[in-house]
């Protein structure tokens, strides 16, 4: 429980930097100082790179008060400043009750969730006032933060006790920026289903604007889990996630360590004094060290691990008294009975291996279990030949990179887990699978046997690698993706905060061209296709707008021309039908030859789907000539993934490069592969309608809110003012946004009062 030294974080990546103008808010179940009866710093390096980012940048840090005098430093608002010795930022301490730490924290947490995503179902429990406690804690943690927040705050929240804190944030402020990680794996989906809270957990999470996994595969398996829960709309290329009017970006940031700090406590003199205590001590002479270092905790292999050294002595008992396996253990939620009982096993199991194969001067084992500081670690990572990390599963590991950094020396070999995280990043380390006992203990033999020069080899290509990803660079490029977000929404205005401009430019030129899209935009989308209707205020507006001899009217719509035609009811303007394959005017009407050529193709494909997608309830397959939909908005949530794997297989049957398929909302638009989208429709339209050199002429408004609308938004980007419908900011070529169908409604009014037809 000791610190490592708080340094600045070196070079750039820091919240002042890529995040000027914004205050952090951290939101941890854990707190970075606990007031006992010493004041303590939990370990780990979350709190050790965070720390120092809070004391430099002076914003707020929402956590448990777990200490039992931390209610006693607080003010009346739950805060204390910190660092005690000199404040520099403040930390507001939640009080959780006996019951909710015992089910909210012991609970829920650490048996529901930490066995499921770390695939240990056997000791998963899901009991419902588990449940809903972690729900009222997250509850709390939300209120608290909501109420602390000050000026233009960045919320960062962290890991799997707080899944459900960013939707109840966001549900008190919309608008405020969220961006979480998740500490853990995030299994596949057929682990992940047996979670029997599993929807509610992904919707919580997708209220974050940016939410960052260690590695690609975990944000892989998150997507398919929102797809399947949710049929949420997953952009795997981009990452993003679009579910209920919100996006969410997801990407993999690979945690780290400070590995400046460690190498300072591990080059200190400190140091050395704690290495030669800690071989006289634990009796190590010139033996070869193997060294594992852990959390007790099931996940992290630790007797797997001491099967492999029992196999090992037995299998090379030339080894025996020349070499020693030291467990650092640090006992962990010993409130639950499962970690109890690893407890006792591991040092049963010590205790027969050392009985059989020591000697009155040797311990095949030493066994550490009592904390101990930073710098003893490095002296113990310093002090070791291999270092030893056989998890079962683990989202990162920071031990192995711990052991690296602390590497003054060069000559440590590091055998490392492949079903950990940083086996990713570590292609010098020697892999094992900590399941196969055979292969560990031939692993640890290779390691201790590895000639000099292999191993120093292997140890500065991964000390070169680490110094490069530490974790001031992990947060770096936390910090980019969150800026980059950030800079999106604040370039998209509501348009109705920048109406001025939006006037000027209207009254400055002879023509206004209004392109609408129909869906979500002129009309509230209903849960059938055929339930959609426009409001006669809206028509009326249209209607007058389009009367208007300056005045363009177009509707953009993926409908066919005589759906969205008869739905709109407006003789005198235009339309673009089939996501713009067919074009229509008063007493006009075009199609493009090359859709009319695909149109057998999709009707077959149509036929095909409709048989295929029959067993699947409310499933709706809509051939509209030119192209065609299947729409999922009323298939049940778990199915909707199946829809999309049959429409993707039926795609995959038509000849290359004829037909693809586009993600709308909730369906699939399936369209002839052509060099045109309703970004080009709409420009063919306004040449059409006005002629060469219509940019110079002509003012256009294009309003729409789905992805195919984006093509349009960048059509027309130099020229337009192209505005999404969208609830959240969310990324997008649109210059404005609006929120809802009224709101497109309150646009078209003003326009239609700026161009009084008259004049
Ligand atoms: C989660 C994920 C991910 C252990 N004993 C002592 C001590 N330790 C420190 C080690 C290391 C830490 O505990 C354990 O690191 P892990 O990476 O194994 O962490 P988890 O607690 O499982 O954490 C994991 C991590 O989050 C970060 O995202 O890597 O995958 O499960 O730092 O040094 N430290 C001290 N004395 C001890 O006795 N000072």
New binding site residues.
Partial sequence: ??STSAQPPPGPGTVRDLLPGRSLVVVTNREPYVHSTLIERP????V?ALDPVMQETGGLWVAWGSGEADFDVVDERGCVQVPPEAPRYTLRRLRLSRREVERFYHGYANQSLWPLF?MAMDKARFARRYWAAYQMVNHRFAETTFEMLGQNPVVWIH?YHLALCPRYLRELKPDLFIMQ?W???WPAWDVYRMCPQSAELIEGLLANDLLGF?LPRHVANFMDCAAHELGAEVDRQQGFIRHGGRCTLVRAFP?S?DVGAWGRIASSRDCERWMARLRRRLRLDDRQVCLG???L?Y??GILERLRAIELLLQRVPELRDRFVYVQ???P?RTRILAYRQLQQQVEAEITRINAVYGTPHWQPIVY?P?????V??AALYRLADVCL?T?LQ??????G??FVASQQDERGVLVLSSL???IEASPWSIAINPYDTEGVAEAVRQALSMPEQERRQRMVQMRSHLARHDIYHWMEQSFRAAARLLDTQERTHWVFADLEPIRNAVAGRDHLAVLLDFDGTLAEIADRPDDVQLDPRLRGLLERLGHNPRVLVAVISGRTLEDIRRRVGLEHILYAGNHGLELAGPGWRVARDDAVEARGLVAACCDRLSLRLRDVRDALVENKGLSASVHFRLVPRGEIETVRRIVLEELGRVPPGRLEARQGKMVLEILPVLDWDKGRAARWLLEHALGDGWEARCTVVYAGDDSTDEDAFVALAGTGITVRVTQYPQPTAARYLVRTVGEVGRLLEALAGWMPAST
């Fill in positions: 429980m000791v370990t780990g390096g979350l050790a770390h890991d990680f500490h853990i794996p260690h945690i360590i270092v852990d959390r905790d996940t992290k650092k253990a640090a962990s550490i009592r904390p101990i500081p930073v003893g670690m990390v998890s683990d989202g990162m590991n920071l031990v990179k711990e950990a995280g940083a």
